[in-house]
């Protein structure tokens, strides 16, 4: 474990990197240490795929959260963006007040971490986000997910980063689902669909 002393060394480590800038580019200086790559098999049926999950070293995982903070801090999520009960009691109530035999289809977003373009993320968040980060933050971001060392080994957002989850969910919202047919409740939980209609 620890002492106390090492500890405050190393966070007082992580909060100069974080908010060091490059003298020549003004970027943050920052840079990842050391990340690995663990590779697993998952089968669906007779399916079969490699799921890559990038592990970072304590320092970037610190670092990661603190960025993490940021963006929840910022809102860029509706507020019940993870409130699966509250989903399920919303579906709860609009089966039981439709007339009749409702058709219920369930679908999800196939790779969803890896398929979201990350490119246009960078870009969502400057223009959606109403100002609500600093050009810094953004820059962080940007290095984040576009220029994080496993770019080129992990398509999309990296299965890992603790940032992955809230910026996937900030892009999945931009296609306002709940509005897309007339007539059809659609409820989505993460990668997770569900449309209920007569």
């Known amino acids: ?87 399920v009691a919303a579906i709860y109530a609009d089966l039981l007040g439709r007339r009749g035999m409702p058709v219920i289809i369930k679908t999800d977003i196939t790779e969803f971490h890896p398929s979201v373009d990350r490119s246009k993320l960078i870009q969502l968040l400057r223009t959606r986000t109403e100002d609500r980060f600093d050009e810094r933050t953004l820059g962080f971001l940007d290095y984040a997910i576009a220029g994080h060392p496993s770019a080129e080994e992990v398509s999309g957002l990296p299965l890992g980063l603790s940032l992955s989850v809230i910026l996937a969910e900030f892009y999945a919202q931009q296609m306002d689902l709940p509005g897309l047919i007339h007539g059809v409740s659609v409820y989505r939980y993460a990668d997770d669909i569900l449309l209920v209609a007569e």
Request: with cysteine; hydrophobic share 35%; net charge positive.
């Open 1 to 87: 474990v620890p002492s106390h002393d090492r500890m405050a060394k190393f966070l007082a480590e992580v909060v100069r990197l974080f908010n060091e800038d490059d003298r020549v580019t003004g970027q943050p200086k920052f840079r990842m240490k050391r990340f690995s790559i663990q590779e697993r098999k998952e089968k669906r049926g007779d399916q079969e795929k490699i799921r890559r999950t990038v592990l970072l070293c304590l320092r970037d995982q610190v670092a990661m959260r603190v960025l993490l903070n940021r963006i929840t801090g910022a809102g860029i999520v509706s507020g019940n963006w993870n409130d699966m009960y509250g989903q």
